[in-house]
Structure formats: structure tokens, C-alpha cells
């Protein structure tokens, strides 16, 4: 028998790794391959189609005409993939950031300004006339067709995941608490793009000893074999040694396959942690619930916009409104309510009147007769409303003055519903964490549930979208706002 030779440096690594597959062919990048060659084509069309543009710009503009010369060695072509290799080469469509949305976006903007600069620079070089057309129209152009192309290609992913496709199957390891939670919210959120294949416990009072450890690791391998997984997410609780999480990464390294960490149950947003530096350590850091000045110009700006084109454009609805409810009731035809805003600071908002005059004064009776403790007062077939005022609570008519303070910076079009005095003194201390941004028109649950959610479903959904605003988030449920009024979904 022949003696065994002395493992090789590259060897006992790969020993203490696991032989896996190399990283460039784990099952994540086959499940998004297709996704990927799709996006590659579209931003190959919409950067064709603003090129071409510029040239026919060009053409019409003498000043801005391009030099015959470079034209006919083929300098737009090359510009255009030099484009497509700058968004290749500054990951905008590694497998990590295609369908996460700002972060694509934000890869779109550097290369195409690294391309302005190469273009700038070269055209200053060689004394050429590489046209202002690029500069001042194919570039932003282009830009902007690569943004509203992917934001069209996400929308049809998010509805392919709702599907059961392009799904990365994750195995989810925890506390008997801790992982059920952490794996509903995953497959809830099927945006993010895994389906929860198994649940494995975290047993951290036996993962003391090298033994047990190496049994356990070894058995979360098998699971990643057997079912199949790209993914492993764990939520290391309070006790867990660093060594568990250390010595699993190393188990995964060269199989591709991704290790998400949770930071515990919490629902915190990705843009308020950071990994800092401190003492040698990489530390989590969590910023405090607030809008950046630009992200708070922005929301703004979008307000002032919405508000203006929505009064313009609804100005005849809401003159047909006031006059439906001045001559079918008694009482003023704009009712006023006090309510709680951002920090809790109280304005004044408006609506048109639904119900009898004074019912305000009737709602403690109310909340006797249907034993009603909640915060959020809600009845869904309310005595006090007249005839008009179901009907345009039906379609959400009533809320059109809001208009009003939004452009007047009291709310915004989106943003947690306002509640009335009596509402927020019932408030427990997790609830007054609605009142960190400008209450909305309308808001996440508006478009989830509305008045058929229960007060806890409310709070939750409105704590998400305080913890997560974002301007594409804001879009999206203004648009899925107007889908709900049409179909009366949840109205009352």
C-alpha cells in the first residue's frame, strides 16, 4: 500500500471550504440568467435608441453637427459599447443588485458618467468634435430610458416571483422563535426573490464543543444538498458564538452559495444600517428614522407637483361634490378636523362633510355601544353617515380637500393616516413611531387592506413604510391607490 502524500496547501484549504462549484456557476446565476439577458437587450435597445437620437439632433444642428470623419470610423457604435461594457463592468448586472432598484439605478448613473468623462476627455485629446449631441442628449437620455426600462423589468420580475419564479431557494436557520418568523417574512416578501425550502435549528448550548459543531455544519450542508439551496439565512439570536457564523461561511465558500444574517426580528431598512469600523470590528450601525434634506426636497417636490395637477385636473369633481353635500344635508359642506402630524404636531384637516352635523359629538356613545378600545375608531356601517357621504366615501371623493394641505405642507400624498386627538391619546408608546413622517393621503395599508385590516395590521404596515420610505415606494402606492378606489376594495 502505497503511502498518502501530504495534502497541498490548496488542498487543505479546499478541505476546510468544501469542494464546491466555482462562483460563477451556483444556482442563483442560473435562475437569473434568463432575467439578466433580458435586461442586457433592453439596455442595448434603449442605448441604440438614444444614440440614434443624438445623431438625428446632430444632423439637423449644424453646431452640433459630428465630425465626418469620426463618424465613419464608427464612433457611435463604439460609444454604445462602451456603454453596455461600463454597465457590465460596474456590476449593474451582477446577480446582487438586478431587481433591487436604487442600487441598479445608482450603477446606471456611474457608468454613464464615467462614459461622459471618456468622451469629454478624449474629444479634448485629440482636439475632435465628438458632438455635444452625446453630452447634452444621447448620455441623459439614455440614462433615463435605461432607468425606466429596468424599473418596467422589475415590476415584471416582483409579479414572476408572486408567481413561484426566479426564486432562490433559501434554507432558514434559527430558534424555534425566531426562525418561523424570519422565514414568513421572506416568503411574505416574495420581491426579494427566495422561497424558504426548510427551516433548521440553531441549538447554540451544544455548539459549544468543536464536535457537535462540526456535526451540526455538516448537517446543514446536507440540507443545502438535498434541497437544493442557493441560500442560507440565519438569525444568530443573543447567544450565539461568532465562531458558529464564521465557521458556516467557510463551509459555503466556493459554492456560491449567498449567507444572509439577520440583525435579529427587527424590521429595520436597509438604508438606515451601515457597516462601520469601530475598534477593529465591522459594526452594524442603525441610523435614527429620518429623511435625508435631499430625500425630504424630493418628497416634497413630488407633493407640490401631485397637489397642483390633482387640483386642476379634479376641480370640476370637487365643485360637484361641495354642491352634492350642501343641498342634501345641514351643516358646513368642508368639515375640519383636528388631527396629529408629523412629530406630533396638530393641524387642521379637511374633508368634505359625509355625516350628520355634529356626529363628532357621538363617538364615545359609539365606541360604549360597540365596545371599541382601539386606537383607530372604525365602524363599517357607521349610523352617522348620510346618503352623499356614502357615496363618496365609496369612492374616496371626500378626501379630496386634503389636496389642500398637502400643497399647503401639512401632509403629503403619501404617508401614515392622520388620526384624530382621541385616537392618538390611545396610542401606546410603538404607535407614536407613525407620527416620524407627514401623514398621507392615503397610504400601504389603504392599498392593502383598508378599513378591513384590524389596528394592529394597520400599525404594522404603517411602522414598514416608516422604516422603508422610498420615492419608488411612493409611486408605487399612489398608483396602487387609484387601483383600489376604482374597485372600492375595503371601503367603508
Known sequence: MEPSLPLSYQERYQSSIGSGSSASDGPTDRIMTPYRSRLIVSDSVMITV???????????????????????????????VLWLAL??????????????????????????????????????????????????????????????????????????????????RIIVIGSDRTAPLLAEKLDQESFAGYHVVALMNLPVDSLSTSKNLKEWLTAVMDAIEEQGASAVAIDPGDDASYDVIRQLSWRLEGRNIDLLISPGSLDIAGPRLSVRPAAGLPLLHLDEVSLSRSQRAIKRMLDVTGSLIGIALLSPVMISCALAVRFTSHGPVVYRQMRVGRGGEIFSMYKFRTMRDRAELEIESLRDQHDLEEPMFKLINDPRVTRVGGFLRRWSLDELPQLFNVLGGSMSLVGPRPHPLDDVDRYQSEAFRRLALKPGMTGIWQVEGRSNLTWDQALQMDLHYVEKWSLESDIYLLAKTTKAVISKSGAA
Open 87 to 168: 454597465l457590465l463592468v460596474r456590476g449593474s448586472y451582477n446577480r446582487r443588485v438586478i431587481g433591487v432598484g436604487s442600487e441598479e439605478v445608482r450603477l446606471a448613473l456611474s457608468a454613464t458618467l464615467i462614459l461622459f468623462a471618456i468622451v469629454a476627455g478624449t474629444s479634448y485629446l485629440i482636439r475632435a468634435d465628438i458632438s455635444r449631441a452625446y453630452a447634452f442628449v444621447a448620455l441623459p437620455l439614455g440614462l433615463l430610458l435605461i432607468a425606466i426600462s429596468r424599473f418596467s423589468w422589475r415590476q415584471w420580475l416582483y409579479r414572476k416571483r408572486q408567481e413561484g419564479q426566479f426564486l432562490s
Open 50 to 80: 438614444a444614440i440614434g437620437i443624438g445623431l438625428l439632433i446632430s444632423s439637423r444642428q449644424s453646431e452640433w453637427a459630428i465630425d465626418p470623419t469620426l463618424a465613419i470610423y464608427g464612433t457611435p457604435f463604439l460609444i454604445g
